[in-house]
C-alpha cells in the first residue's frame, strides 16, 4: 500500500507520484504489479515487480520472466503484431505480446526469426535503388491490397529499380519492389507507404506493390517466380492481406494483378499474365502458389 499524499489519504486507481505511474486497486487501494489490463484505455501495462522499481509503470523494450516485450514510451501500452526496425522485422505475439523467436506461422505464412527475434528472409533485398527520405510518396497505406506486376518491357529488374529511383520526381511512378534477375530483390519504395504503380485509389490501399522483371531464360524466370511469390506471400501476411488471387470486387481484400485493378477500380493494364503464360504459369497456379507457397 502506497499513500502517496501529503495528507495520507489512500489512493486509488492510477496515480503519478514523483513522475512514476502507479496503480492501486480501487476496493482496497493495494498497489498492483505485473501485467494489468485497463480496458477503458484499451491497453495493456506492465507495473514493475523488481524491489527497486515497484509498482512503477514501465517503458520501452523490456524483459520479463526471460521473454521480450515492447511498452510505449509514452502511455506504457504493450505493442502487439509486426514492427520494422531499420530494414529488419520483428514480431511481437498477438495473444501474449511477447517477442517471436524460432518459427511460427501468421496470417497463413510461415515465418523464421533468430534468437534476437529478427525474421530471417528466404529471400535478399537489395537496397541500392531504394528512395531516400522526402522522396515519393509519405502517406501510410491502408492495408487492402498487394498488387503483382511485371515490367511491360523487355528489361530486368536492376534497370527498372534505377529507373523508379532516378525518375521519381518526373515520371511519378514506382513500387516497393522489383524482382527479378535471377531472384534478386530491389526495394525502391518502402513497405507500408502508398507507392505510385496502379492509380490513386489502388495505391492508396497497397502498402506493397510488386515489380517482375522480365527474361527469356527459363532457369532465370524459375528463380524470378519463386522469389517474387515468396516477397508477396511475405509481405501479405505482415499486412494481413488475404493469401487469395484477384478474389471478388473494389471491396475484397486480397493479393491483386494489375490486371484486376484495371477490371474493378480504374486503369489499363493487364500485367503480369501475359508475361506470366510465356513459362506456362496461369493465373490458377498462380493462386495456388501463393496460397501454400513454392
Do not use: C
Not at 495493456?44 to 521480450?68: C, F, P, R, T
Not at 534497370?159 to 523508379?164: D, I, S
Not at 513500387?175 to 489502388?202: C, E, I, L, M
Amino acid at each position: 500500500y502506497i499513500t502517496g499524499t501529503d495528507n495520507g489519504q489512500m489512493q486509488y486507481g492510477q496515480r503519478n507520484i514523483d513522475g512514476h505511474w502507479y496503480m492501486f486497486d480501487t476496493y482496497n487501494g493495494a498497489m498492483k504489479t505485473g501485467f494489468v489490463t485497463i480496458p477503458s484505455q484499451n491497453k495493456i501495462v506492465y507495473y514493475s515487480e523488481d524491489k527497486a522499481k515497484l509498482g512503477q509503470m514501465q517503458y520501452g523494450k523490456q524483459n520479463i520472466d526471460g521473454h521480450w516485450y515492447l511498452f510505449n514510451n509514452v502511455d506504457g501500452a504493450m505493442y502487439k503484431g509486426w514492427l520494422m526496425s531499420g530494414n529488419d522485422w520483428y514480431y511481437y505475439n498477438q495473444q501474449n505480446g511477447q517477442l517471436q523467436t524460432g518459427s511460427a506461422v501468421i496470417n497463413g505464412v510461415g515465418y523464421n526469426f533468430d534468437g534476437n527475434g529478427k525474421q530471417i528472409l528466404n529471400y535478399s533485398i537489395d537496397y541500392r535503388y531504394a528512395l531516400p527520405a522526402g522522396k515519393g510518396d509519405d502517406e501510410t497505406a491502408a492495408n487492402n491490397y498487394l498488387i503483382l506486376h511485371d515490367v511491360g518491357v523487355e528489361s530486368g529488374a536492376a534497370t527498372n529499380a534505377r529507373y523508379f529511383h532516378d525518375t521519381v520526381d518526373t515520371n511519378e511512378a514506382y513500387v516497393t519492389f522489383v524482382v527479378g534477375d535471377g531472384g534478386k530483390v530491389y526495394q525502391v519504395g518502402r513497405p507500408g507507404q502508398v507507392s505510385w504503380g496502379a492509380g490513386r485509389v489502388a495505391n492508396h490501399n497497397a502498402p506493397v506493390q510488386i515489380e517482375l522483371g522480365r527474361t527469356y531464360n527459363s532457369g532465370q524466370f524459375w528463380q524470378d517466380y519463386v522469389t517474387y511469390v515468396r516477397v508477396a506471400r511475405d509481405m501479405a501476411g505482415k499486412y494481413g492481406i488475404p493469401l487469395t488471387l484477384d478474389a471478388g470486387g473494389a471491396g475484397t481484400r486480397g493479393i491483386k494483378s494489375h490486371y484486376w485493378v484495371t477490371k474493378n477500380i480504374w486503369g489499363d493494364h493487364v500485367d503480369p499474365y501475359g508475361y506470366l503464360s510465356r513459362f506456362g504459369v496461369t493465373q490458377a497456379k498462380l493462386a495456388h502458389d501463393l496460397l501454400y507457397g513454392v
